[in-house]
């Protein structure tokens, strides 16, 4: 690597190589960094396969130049599905070129994209959208080896984690290096200076706390508006107290942060992508043997997993109320119970992905054995969260609830689990890689897209088996006091409340059965339950569902055939009322409105005649 001993007017330049699809960016970003004698940009890349071939050449020992940063573009192959994905040259690049760092140069600031690039190997992050300035110190202290990320803040501010590299001094054995002779600081210099520390620390301690705040998902929008203002309010009153009171004069007795602490060292990443696990280990995709063809899959499958899983596990720390305008049946648990079922189901999932992987299963009997699948879920979950040998008196008698829960599973199995869609495309993905669709579109493992459908597909799955736990307790021991106070939420645990919430989950699934999913099949898409940070929403995804349209009947036919005639006859009936209505208004403006003002004033001239002749006559 270059030699980091040296002042930066005489250390070597830091060798660069820009990776991005964008050759307006790369040439925009090559001209900026050529005005900095510190920065060599040796080659540039439009795809992965291109910089890993760069990468090879400059290693070669017949002309070997030593690479200190890859600036890579995160959704490298986002659009193009055949292309090696940005997260695949990541994870090549670390397990091939272990001393080069990567800083990730990208728009994309989703938490589980930052997250999955951490697992990647990357070193650094900062979007494409930030400051110059800020990008060339960002790529500066990167390339010297610091770990270093730019954590985004509502309203456009941003946070640069960690502290940059000093420039180490030389020794001053040799008489250029000795330092001027000056003359002893004055009283009112080092009163300045003794207030510029203390004010710094008192802001630095407010922008720790206000740091603080703004990473707490639960924040209204109002509140997190209120908190980026005082954040950006404390940065411009720091400069502000550096710039008045600074004593370039007065040496500094011990080292003085440059930096505010804004966030925590190393990596600083919204709540909802502190992973929970950070140790996960992370297997090279391929050596530096293997031909570059073969390396087109972003991460390996336990490493792509781990990544999603970690994610909806930092999720579920937030808030977890229904935002949703549909009654689930976890709605009736409080919170803490709420974050525990999800914990065991999520628990049990990669249990029975773990499984799968080490059993060798081919990806046709995943279709087989999927209903099977999250029976097994199900059942492992609902033994956990509840207890096996758990048991409640019922007249006189003590009856154990998993295995009366256990009865119902011929019910649950057709209510809730058959209806969770896209399970098998979610189980292939993570154990064999296939490719996802998402709105028509098939992205292989790893790229951005893929990644995002797959945390929601994992997000409705937990939801509904939570659901499918909780629908069999309603059923046989809705009423059983002692179940309330264990698991009720305290609001609906009188008779009245509990009957209501009872009865309005009833309603729902009879109008989501007759009404809601033939219009989601017309509509060919699904209503997908996620973790938001702030609570549970829905989100409408696009997918073919044509099979299921050519198999409806009866009443669920009845609906989308309705919905076709409305969709036939609304536009013409608007059209035909439109023109009606045209037509109504020019008749009342122009016929007889133009009528009723030649009338009106024909009756006004004829008073003023009468006027006029009543006049002359008096005369």
């Given at each position: 690597?270059?030699?980091?001993?040296?002042?930066?007017?005489?250390?070597?330049p830091?060798?660069?190589?820009?990776?991005?699809?964008?050759?307006?960016?790369?040439l925009?970003?090559?001209?900026?960094?050529?005005?900095f004698?510190?920065?060599?940009?040796?080659?540039?890349?439009?795809?992965?396969?291109?910089?890993?071939?760069?990468?090879?050449?400059?290693?070669?020992?017949s002309?070997?130049?030593?690479?200190?940063?890859v600036?890579?573009d995160?959704?490298?192959?986002?659009?193009?599905?055949a292309?090696?994905?940005?997260?695949?040259?990541?994870?090549?690049?670390?397990?091939?070129?272990?001393?080069?760092?990567?800083?990730?140069?990208?728009?994309?600031?989703?938490?589980?994209?930052?997250?999955?690039?951490?697992?990647?190997?990357?070193?650094?992050?900062?979007?494409?959208?930030?400051d110059?300035?800020?990008?060339?110190t960002?790529?500066?202290?990167?390339?010297?080896?610091?770990?270093?990320?730019?954590?985004?803040?509502?309203?456009?501010?941003?946070?640069?984690t960690g502290?940059?590299?000093?420039?180490?001094?030389?020794?001053?054995?040799?008489?250029g290096?000795?330092?001027?002779?000056?003359?002893?600081?004055?009283?009112?210099?080092?009163?300045?200076?003794?207030?510029?520390?203390?004010?710094?620390?008192?802001?630095d301690?407010?922008?720790?706390?206000?740091?603080?705040?703004?990473?707490?998902?639960?924040l209204?929008?109002?509140?997190?508006?209120?908190?980026?203002?005082?954040?950006?309010?404390?940065?411009?009153?720091r400069?502000l107290?550096?710039?008045?009171?600074?004593?370039?004069?007065?040496?500094?007795?011990?080292?003085?942060?440059?930096?505010?602490p804004?966030?925590?060292?190393?990596?600083?990443?919204?709540?909802?992508?502190?992973?929970?696990?950070?140790?996960?280990?992370?297997?090279?995709?391929?050596?530096?043997?293997?031909?570059?063809?073969?390396?087109?899959?972003?991460?390996?499958?336990?490493?792509?997993q781990?990544?999603?899983?970690?994610?909806?596990?930092?999720?579920?720390?937030?808030?977890?109320d229904?935002?949703?305008?549909?009654?689930?049946?976890?709605?009736?648990?409080?919170?803490?119970?709420?974050?525990?079922?999800?914990?065991?189901?999520?628990?049990?999932?990669?249990?029975?992905?773990?499984?799968?992987?080490?059993?060798?299963i081919?990806?046709?009997?995943?279709?087989?054995?999927?209903?099977?699948?999250?029976?097994?879920?199900?059942?492992?979950?609902?033994?956990?969260?509840?207890?096996?040998?758990?048991?409640?008196?019922?007249?006189?008698?003590?009856?154990?609830?998993?295995?009366?829960?256990?009865?119902?599973?011929?019910?649950?199995?057709?209510?809730?689990?058959?209806?969770?869609?896209?399970?098998?495309?979610?189980?292939?993905?993570?154990?064999?890689?296939?490719?996802?669709?998402?709105?028509?579109?098939?992205?292989?493992?790893?790229n951005p897209e893929?990644?995002?459908?797959?945390?929601?597909?994992?997000?409705?799955?937990?939801?509904q088996?939570?659901?499918?736990?909780?629908?069999?307790?309603?059923?046989?021991?809705?009423?059983?006091?002692?179940?309330?106070?264990?698991?009720?939420?305290?609001?609906?645990?009188s008779?009245?409340?509990?009957?209501r919430?009872?009865?309005?989950?009833?309603?729902?699934?009879?109008?989501?059965?007759?009404?809601?999913d033939?219009?989601?099949?017309?509509?060919?898409?699904?209503?997908?339950f996620?973790?938001?940070?702030?609570?549970i929403?829905?989100?409408?995804?696009?997918?073919?569902?044509?099979?299921?349209?050519?198999?409806?009947?009866?009443?669920?036919?009845?609906?989308?055939?309705?919905l076709?005639?409305?969709?036939?006859?609304?536009?013409?009936?608007?059209?035909?009322?439109?023109?009606?209505?045209?037509?109504?208004?020019?008749?009342?403006?122009?016929?007889?409105?133009?009528?009723?003002?030649?009338?009106?004033?024909?009756?006004?001239k004829?008073?003023?005649?009468?006027?006029?002749?009543?006049?002359?006559?008096?005369?």
């Amino acid at each position: 690597m270059s030699d980091r001993t040296a002042s930066p007017e005489e250390r070597l330049p830091s060798n660069l190589i820009i990776v991005d699809h964008d050759p307006v960016f790369r040439l925009g970003l090559r001209i900026w960094l050529n005005r900095f004698p510190d920065l060599n940009v040796v080659a540039e890349a439009e795809n992965g396969e291109t910089a890993l071939q760069v990468l090879a050449t400059c290693t070669e020992p017949s002309n070997p130049v030593a690479i200190d940063l890859v600036i890579l573009d995160l959704t490298l192959g986002q659009f193009d599905p055949a292309q090696m994905q940005g997260f695949a040259v990541c994870q090549q690049i670390r397990a091939t070129y272990p001393d080069v760092s990567i800083l990730l140069l990208s728009s994309a600031t989703e938490p589980l994209l930052l997250a999955a690039a951490q697992q990647a190997g990357a070193t650094g992050y900062c979007p494409k959208s930030a400051d110059v300035e800020d990008l060339t110190t960002i790529i500066r202290r990167v390339a010297a080896g610091e770990r270093c990320w730019i954590q985004p803040f509502p309203g456009g501010s941003r946070s640069i984690t960690g502290e940059p590299p000093r420039p180490n001094r030389s020794t001053g054995n040799e008489p250029g290096d000795r330092q001027p002779l000056t003359r002893p600081p004055n009283s009112f210099a080092i009163l300045r200076r003794n207030l510029r520390r203390s004010g710094l620390q008192r802001i630095d301690a407010a922008i720790a706390d206000v740091v603080a705040q703004l990473q707490n998902l639960n924040l209204s929008d109002l509140d997190r508006a209120v908190v980026a203002g005082r954040y950006r309010e404390l940065r411009a009153a720091r400069w502000l107290v550096n710039q008045l009171l600074a004593t370039p004069t007065v040496p500094e007795s011990e080292p003085e942060a440059t930096t505010a602490p804004t966030a925590p060292t190393d990596i600083s990443l919204p709540p909802s992508a502190a992973v929970a696990r950070p140790n996960r280990s992370i297997q090279p995709i391929a050596t530096a043997s293997e031909p570059i063809a073969l390396q087109n899959t972003i991460v390996t499958a336990q490493s792509l997993q781990a990544v999603l899983f970690d994610a909806v596990l930092a999720k579920l720390q937030t808030g977890l109320d229904n935002q949703t305008n549909a009654p689930l049946e976890i709605d009736i648990l409080r919170e803490e119970r709420k974050r525990e079922l999800f914990y065991l189901i999520l628990r049990k999932l990669e249990g029975l992905l773990n499984e799968l992987r080490y059993s060798q299963i081919e990806p046709t009997q995943i279709i087989e054995k999927r209903s099977s699948m999250l029976r097994d879920v199900w059942q492992a979950a609902a033994t956990d969260f509840f207890g096996k040998y758990y048991a409640v008196p019922i007249d006189n008698q003590s009856v154990e609830v998993v295995s009366a829960l256990l009865q119902e599973e011929s019910l649950v199995q057709t209510e809730i689990l058959d209806r969770i869609p896209l399970v098998v495309e979610f189980f292939n993905h993570l154990l064999f890689q296939t490719p996802l669709e998402v709105d028509g579109t098939a992205y292989v493992a790893g790229n951005p897209e893929s990644l995002a459908r797959a945390e929601l597909i994992l997000d409705h799955l937990v939801i509904q088996v939570a659901n499918a736990i909780v629908q069999p307790l309603l059923n046989r021991f809705a009423n059983v006091e002692i179940v309330k106070q264990t698991f009720y939420d305290r609001r609906l645990r009188s008779i009245r409340e509990l009957e209501r919430f009872r009865n309005n989950l009833s309603w729902h699934y009879r109008v989501e059965q007759l009404f809601r999913d033939p219009q989601n099949i017309f509509e060919s898409q699904y209503r997908l339950f996620t973790f938001t940070g702030r609570g549970i929403k829905q989100r409408l995804v696009y997918a073919p569902r044509t099979r299921e349209l050519e198999q409806l009947s009866g009443v669920r036919l009845a609906v989308t055939i309705l919905l076709e005639a409305r969709d036939a006859i609304a536009p013409r009936l608007r059209s035909t009322i439109s023109l009606v209505g045209n037509g109504v208004i020019y008749v009342l403006t122009e016929v007889i409105g133009r009528g009723i003002g030649l009338i009106g004033r024909g009756i006004i001239k004829g008073i003023g005649n009468t006027w006029q002749d009543s006049r002359y006559s008096r005369k």
